[in-house]
C-alpha cells in the first residue's frame, strides 16, 4: 500500500494561493493521485487527478515531481468557504484489483482566515 | 454531479437494535465501498464489492455486514447495534473497470448508538 503522509493542519488567509503536499514515497508504477475536499459531517468530494507532471481544472492544479514521491495540490485565491479537510489518495484498482489499495491518510485540515 | 444517496442521514438508536444503512447509486458504477469515520479521523474501508453477488471486508475489522443484490443497491446491516458502532458511515462508489481511484461519495449516514 502506498502510505501517504500530509501536513495534520494548515491556515491562510482570503485571496492567498494554498499549496498542500503530500509525500508518498512507495508509490506504484500503476498508482494515480487524487485529491478529495472533506466538509463536516459530509463525503469527501474530488477535486484532482493525475499521475505525472502537471494537471490542472477550474478548481485546482496538482503538481507532480518525476518521481512521483510527492505531489503538491494548488488551490488559487482562496475563501472561507474552502476551508476543509483535503486527502491525498494514492492507488488504483484495475479488474480483479484490491480495493485496499484506495486507503486514505489522515488528511490536512485547512482553515482560511478572513 | 454525482448520483449516490445514503439513507438515513441521522440515526439514533438504542443498544441491541438491528439496523440497515441504505445507499444507492444512479451511475451504474460496478464498485462500491463502505468506509467508518470517527470525529476528526481518517477514513477507514469496512466493505467493498466489485459488483453483484461480490463482496468483501476491508482493513478495518467491523461486525456489520453487506449484501450486494442489486448493482445500484449496496445495504449495510448491523444485527445489533452497540455504542462502539457510533460513528459516521460513508458509501462510494467508482467506475467499472480500471479504477484510478476517482470515488463519489455519498453524504454519510450519522449513526448514533446509546
Known amino acids: 500500500l502506498a502510505k501517504t503522509t500530509q501536513p495534520i493542519s494548515m491556515d491562510s488567509y482570503e485571496g492567498q494561493e494554498v499549496n498542500i503536499t503530500c509525500s508518498h514515497n512507495n508509490i506504484a508504477t500503476n498508482d494515480y493521485i487524487t485529491w478529495y475536499q472533506q466538509f463536516p459531517s459530509q463525503g469527501p468530494r474530488f477535486i484532482i487527478q493525475g499521475y505525472k507532471t502537471k494537471v490542472t481544472n477550474e478548481v485546482a492544479s496538482l503538481f507532480i515531481p518525476a518521481d512521483r514521491k510527492s505531489s503538491t495540490l494548488s488551490l488559487p485565491r482562496v475563501s472561507l468557504s474552502d476551508t476543509a479537510v483535503y486527502y491525498c489518495l494514492v492507488g488504483q484498482t484495475g479488474l480483479g484489483g484490491s480495493a485496499r489499495q484506495l486507503t486514505f491518510g489522515s488528511g490536512t485540515q485547512l482553515t482560511v482566515l478572513p | 454531479e454525482a448520483d449516490i444517496y445514503q439513507t438515513p442521514r441521522y440515526l439514533v438508536i438504542g443498544t441491541g437494535k438491528k439496523i440497515t444503512l441504505e445507499c444507492s447509486q444512479t451511475m451504474g458504477h460496478d464498485k462500491m465501498y463502505w468506509y467508518q469515520q470517527d470525529p476528526g479521523m481518517e477514513l477507514h474501508l469496512i466493505h467493498y464489492?466489485?459488483?453483484?453477488?461480490?463482496?468483501e471486508k476491508g482493513d478495518l475489522s467491523s461486525e456489520s455486514t453487506v449484501s450486494r443484490i442489486r448493482t445500484e443497491h449496496f445495504p449495510l446491516t448491523l444485527e445489533s447495534a452497540r455504542p462502539s458502532h457510533t460513528s459516521q458511515y460513508l458509501c462510494?462508489?467508482?467506475?467499472?473497470?480500471?479504477?484510478?481511484?476517482?470515488?463519489?461519495f455519498g453524504s454519510g449516514t450519522q449513526l448514533s448508538v446509546l
Open positions: 462510494a462508489s467508482s467506475e467499472s473497470g480500471k479504477n484510478k481511484g476517482k470515488l463519489f
Open positions: 464489492s466489485y459488483g453483484v453477488n461480490s463482496t
